[in-house]
């Protein structure tokens, strides 16, 4: 397969900038929300917060090193390499959008930036990211852990992928 590797440059400027904000974020909660961190785990509560945040360094983290593993096999012209690592990169990433779920509302700012920013990359991953970003945005307060799980499962399945 042939790879773009300045469409590769791009979505590894733009990860690298999400990765920034949130990063930024997290430190921001951590220092925020200190001993609280360790209480309830309901959702939205410090400790379902500093998990999402992290859930969501974490993931977006991965896939910038798919997408700079794969810029790199292509320099090399190692096209199976390249491959694979794209192929890797396209996955959503982990936290999107389960780790906004966990987080209190209203999201930070640097979050709210971070997820329109994967949102515009909507097109490079293989599933319809951007409309889970969406909903995860309008959320008007936490989701999870739910309340109710039966009520939580009957939304999953109703859910945009």
Not at 62 to 88: C, F, P, Q, R, T
Not at 133 to 139: C, Y
């Amino acid at each position: 397969m042939i790879h773009d590797l300045t469409e590769l440059g791009r979505v590894g400027r733009a990860l690298s900038e999400v990765l920034d904000l949130l990063k930024s974020e997290q430190q921001r909660l951590e220092q925020q929300h200190g001993q609280d961190r360790y209480r309830e785990g309901t959702a939205g509560s410090p400790r379902q917060t500093l998990h999402g945040i992290g859930q969501l360094c974490s993931g977006v983290g991965d896939v910038l090193k798919h997408v700079a593993l794969a810029a790199g096999y292509i320099s090399l012209g190692l096209d199976e390499g390249a491959d694979n690592e794209v192929e890797l990169a396209r996955m959503k990433p982990v936290g999107v959008p389960s780790g906004v779920d966990r987080m209190v509302r209203p999201l930070g700012e640097s979050t709210v930036r971070a997820l329109q920013i994967l949102r515009d990359l909507d097109g490079f991953f293989d599933t319809e990211l951007g409309l889970a970003i969406e909903v995860a945005l309008a959320a008007p307060q936490a989701t999870y852990p739910p309340d109710d799980w039966a009520a939580y499962q009957r939304q999953q399945r109703e859910r945009p992928e």
